[in-house]
């Protein structure tokens, strides 16, 4: 096999440019789980299609959420929180999110889920998540908190829940993004230093933005009802802020000029 000619880098003495930025991941995935779980259909607008999120897509399919592609669009015919049980073991990867959204998602199908993901996801830890489950009801096996992790579902019974999110927002935002579906209320209260904040404020967002009652103490307990879940709607996918990082640091390093033409400034 022939090694790739080189390609010379020639340093910009000035940037001027206007950038599209691409559809952020993080909000595509946590609004195809809300989608998933609302009553009526939903359309999730410029929605990213990286590998996390085409797995979460497949994942979801198999928990009987119809999903339909399109140009620029998706379609998400939404359950109410009534999920089938997968007929086979989920594999997502190694995409992290998506295992941590469907270990609390899982719980809601009745029977047995079984997630798994390949090598590099299988060292990547689930143990506080699994530990604040406990709480809610939901019974969880696995490799010693490692994946692969087998949720024994139709018991995601709320109350209470503690949990240490030092380790990763993620689990924070698993337990959230489903709880309007539990059995009974949700007060998850958060112990120690709350890793990536923005992230859990980007998950409430979504919550709220189907129809969910959502309450926020301090950024330390959250407190979620039952009584009204989520309700499908038309939702515009963010551009990924993490992405524009690069191009403001290219305009400060030239002393350039960088138009992002779609980034919110209210994010």
Known sequence: MMEPAARPIRPARVIDVEVDLPPSKSYTNRALVVAALADGVSTLLRPSRSEDSD??????????VGIGEHPGHLEIK?????????????????????MRYLTTFAALANGDTVITGDEQMRRRTLKDLLVALRCAGIRTSSNDGFPPVTIHGGNFLGGRVDIDASVSSQF???????APC???PVALHVRGRL???????MSVHVMRSFGAEVENLGWSVFRVGNRQGYIGREFMIEADASSATYFFAAAAITGGHVVMKNLSPDS
């Not at 924070?172 to 489903?178: F, G, N, Q, T």
């Open 195 to 201: 890793s990536s904040l923005p992230y859990v404020s």
């Open 78 to 98: 939404g359950t109410g929180g009534r999920l089938q049980l997968p007929a086979k073991e989920l594999y997502v990867g190694n995409a992290g999110t998506v």
């Open 182 to 184: 539990a059995a009974r």
């Open 55 to 64: 797995y979460l897509i497949d994942a979801l399919r198999q928990f009987g």
């Open 172 to 178: 924070v935002s698993s337990i959230l993004l489903s």
